[in-house]
């Protein structure tokens, strides 16, 4: 069965700062999704940013951008230029392309932002 | 079009009770998810449908779950004979068909059982 870790329950960064959370996960397939989510407090759960693994270039959208490591099984997010609305809890997600469609998440990181 | 939608957003209830939860999906999406959400852990799949048919059910899907999606559209996810084991967020997630699509996920059920 696929797993995802997210090794880091909580994480701090400085305003205008850039900040990166990790993710691994294990599987057996090679062609998959990889997702990052945002649930800010109190507030339904966002995509921020999507992975295909066939694809070998890393996302890109806005201030946020992966890097995907197919090999080491690694899906790191970096978020560029923090804001004090980026404040949240962040997961990681793994769907695959092959067999049902369910995504399996990461326990999540707890981002603050500073001013 | 304002999303998913969940009702109730939050449940007191006693233990052994009966609760019932809706879910009402993004009007064009045919596929509807439950989670389940505990304190401090990402969501836990428990079931989907592709339209009013449900394709899978998790094994956290103990025989006092039951969903069931009767016209394609909304959901609703029933919990019998409730324990204090089954606080937690339940959330709602539609989509379209296919992997890549994204899943798009309502504000959740937060249900208290004492």
């Known amino acids: 069965a696929q797993t995802v870790t997210q090794s880091q329950p909580e994480m701090s960064v400085q305003e205008a700062e850039t900040v990166t959370l990790s993710c691994t996960y294990d599987?057996?397939?090679?062609?998959?999704?990889l997702f990052w989510y945002k649930q800010p407090p109190s507030r339904q759960m966002i995509l921020v940013i999507r992975?295909?693994?066939?694809?070998?270039q890393n996302a890109t959208e806005n201030r946020f951008s992966v890097n995907f490591q197919k090999a080491a099984k690694s899906f790191s997010l970096k978020i560029s230029d923090s804001q004090l609305g980026d404040a949240a809890m962040y997961f990681c997600a793994y769907r695959s392309a092959l067999v049902n469609n369910d995504m399996r998440f990461g326990a999540g990181t707890r981002l603050t932002v500073k001013p | 079009d304002t999303g998913v939608s969940q009702d109730p957003r939050h449940k007191i209830t006693k233990r052994g009770q009966n609760v019932t939860f809706r879910c009402d999906p993004i009007s064009e999406h045919n596929r509807l998810y439950w989670y389940r959400q505990t304190l401090g852990q990402g969501p836990e799949f428990l079931t989907y449908?592709?339209?009013?048919?449900?394709?899978?059910k998790s094994r956290l899907l103990s025989d006092r779950f039951s969903a069931e999606r009767p016209k394609g559209s909304f959901s609703t996810l029933e919990i019998q004979r409730t324990e204090q084991g089954d606080s937690a967020m339940y959330l709602c997630?539609?989509?379209?068909?296919?992997?890549?699509?994204?899943?798009?996920f309502g504000p959740g059920t937060r249900l208290t059982v004492t």
């Open positions: 992975q295909e693994a066939y694809k070998q």
């Open positions: 997630a539609s989509s379209l068909s296919g992997g890549s699509y994204e899943q798009y």
């Open positions: 599987t057996s397939e090679s062609d998959y999704y």
């Open positions: 449908f592709q339209n009013e048919a449900q394709l899978e």
